[in-house]
């Protein structure tokens, strides 16, 4: 079969007025970025509020393993299932990063049949969207060290400065940097460094917040630093929410583009899920909602760490209501969550799926804690036997769920049918009771070993003194309501990424917490998780090259 670049060049796209007419979507309502992309304007945004929402599915997936799992295939190729089934479908995923475009991934808009098309733009700068929210974060922190420089009117305690710099790259060499060296004209020598954009702050604001106003107020709360005093400065103490949100401005509005088979897909934001809450954009999601019957989402890495950002952060802000979940397995990774090392799961062992189903059965669990449905797809490779398959359908019975394989990969929406039928069936029997893991009125300390202990299945949480003191200190100050984001390793549910299966018993060592108040929730990271990833060995950057037809080769 060819490979995904040569699919999605292969394929005849629509021109994007036809995708956005098939949602009942003007010309005057969206903003083309040449044939096939294109923005939906905010009045018209804006116009949808009174329609009544459809129905949410999430898509989310085991732990992550080498030997891949497809959750954003299995998402295209879902809403394309739906779409031949007869549904008014539409997708939501997140923008890729350059950083594991060119580190480990290679490109991230699915793959086979099931891909956001063009892929090439999306996987490559597509609406610039990631530039402008890097340009305005940056600019932040450009003007808190320009109010330090010129007198410090607010009082900074430069020893207590809480914003770092972003840039779009896996660039472990600039995780922990001296700025401001050379002389009193180049500012006040401190200590700083970067996090990748996906894991800025004003990355979750702009897929948190829900109009320009919203969006400029969670920009203005923004805590920069600290006076001496511990009380916060912000970003609208500094002046710089206006110039942000403009910059910001076109970057809010939702991208629109299409499968390979026509079904309509906004792909807009885009924070990690082990860093960051893992979801696209809040105004994505239910401009959608208002305009299809079916909305397909996904949330990044596992279960335990996507679904449980995208319910009890994002639909908890959101005030949405997930219909069903669907929780994406492979054969392959099962085998190795058994125990069967990556160059050996093309042989057949049931015996190894079946102690690896463990971990598929800990996601169950925690899935319905959230009062979801959940139906599994089985993303099918062609190594696959029919007795391993078996062995995964009747794990799933045993626990009360549906497995259904999918071939969504080599066939398109012709292979996800099956899965479209059986997750319309959970839909429409209104089994969904939805409510988030904890309460608003939990302590910040109480929602982290929540869960620790209900989704981790931790014995104990391990805070570091300093951290346990700021989130006292939070707490006095009026954020104690706010929800959390963990960020941990998506490997496995402990700390330790080597621990795969279904880890129980240990202790979560939380080192570090930080508050992102614009955003509205504080972030807890566990163990040696970093906010600045670093490139692999050999990284996908070294196959990515033009050829001599000036097309772009290696993006997979």
């Not at 042989?347 to 599994?376: D, M, S, W, Y």
């Not at 009360?400 to 969504?408: K, R, S, Y």
């Not at 949480?461 to 003191?469: C, Q």
Request: proline share 4%.
């Amino acid at each position: 079969m060819a490979s995904d670049i040569e699919i999605a060049r292969a394929a005849t796209l629509k021109p994007v007025t036809e995708i956005a007419a098939g949602l009942d979507i003007p010309d005057d309502a969206i903003e083309p970025y040449g044939r096939t992309k294109a923005k939906l304007t905010g009045d018209f945004i804006a116009g949808l509020k009174q329609r009544p929402r459809g129905k949410l599915v999430l898509v989310t997936a085991i732990s992550p393993t080498p030997a891949g799992e497809g959750k954003t295939t299995t998402t295209v190729g879902l809403g394309d299932g739906l779409s031949r089934i007869g549904k008014t479908a539409a997708i939501c995923l997140r923008e890729p990063s350059l950083g594991p475009c060119f580190g480990m991934k290679g490109g991230a808009a699915g793959g086979g049949r099931a891909q956001a098309v063009p892929m090439e733009d999306i996987n490559l700068h597509f609406t610039g969207d990631f530039h402008a929210i890097t340009s305005a974060h940056n600019l932040l922190a450009a003007m808190l060290d320009n109010h330090i420089h010129w007198g410090n009117a607010l009082e900074i305690d430069t020893r207590r400065i809480a914003l770092r710099r972003v840039v779009d790259m896996n660039d472990r060499a600039l995780r922990d940097i001296v700025i401001g060296l050379g002389g009193p004209a180049n500012g006040i020598p401190r200590e700083s460094g970067f996090d990748i954009t996906v894991a800025s702050e004003v990355m979750a604001i702009l897929c948190l917040a829900t109009d320009l106003d919203d969006l400029k107020r969670r920009l203005g709360d923004i805590v920069v630093a600290e006076r001496a005093d511990r009380s916060p400065v912000t970003a609208r103490d500094l002046g710089a929410d206006g110039a942000m949100t403009v910059l910001l401005k076109t970057a809010f509005q939702p991208n629109l583009v299409q499968t390979l088979e026509h079904t309509p897909t906004f792909i807009h934001g885009g924070p990690f899920a082990n860093i960051a809450h893992g979801c696209n954009s809040l105004v994505a999601t239910d401009t959608a909602l208002r305009l299809a019957d079916y909305v397909v989402t996904e949330a990044g890495f596992g279960a335990d760490l996507g679904a449980e950002k995208f319910f009890d952060i994002k639909c908890r802000k959101g005030g949405l209501s997930p219909d069903a979940a669907v929780l994406v397995a492979t054969v392959r990774a099962l085998k190795m969550n058994g125990g069967v090392a990556k160059d050996e799961l093309t042989t057949e062992n049931t015996a190894a799926v079946g102690a690896g189903c463990a971990n598929l059965g800990r996601h169950i669990e925690n899935l319905k804690q959230f009062g979801v449905p959940v139906v599994v797809a089985i993303n099918h490779f062609s190594a696959d036997t029919e007795a391993e398959i078996d062995t995964v359908k009747a794990y799933c019975a045993e626990h009360g769920v549906e497995a259904v394989l999918a071939t969504h990969w080599a066939e398109g929406g012709a292979g996800t049918q099956a899965l479209a039928e059986a997750v319309v069936a959970q839909v429409e029997g209104g089994k969904a009771q939805f409510k988030p893991l904890y309460e608003d009125d939990l302590s910040l300390e109480e929602k982290i070993e929540t869960v620790a202990r209900r989704i981790y299945r931790a014995a104990d949480v391990s805070i570091d003194k300093a951290a346990r003191e700021q989130l006292k200190r939070w707490q006095e100050a009026g954020y104690g309501d706010l929800p959390v984001c963990m960020a941990k390793t998506p490997y496995s549910f402990s700390a330790d990424p080597a621990r795969l299966g279904a880890a129980e018993g240990h202790v979560l060592p939380v080192r570090e917490v930080r508050l992102s108040a614009g955003a509205g929730f504080v972030v807890a990271i566990c163990g040696t998780i970093m906010t600045m990833p670093g490139l692999p060995r050999k990284p996908a950057a070294l196959g990515i090259d033009l050829d001599a037809d000036g097309r772009i080769e290696g993006l997979f």
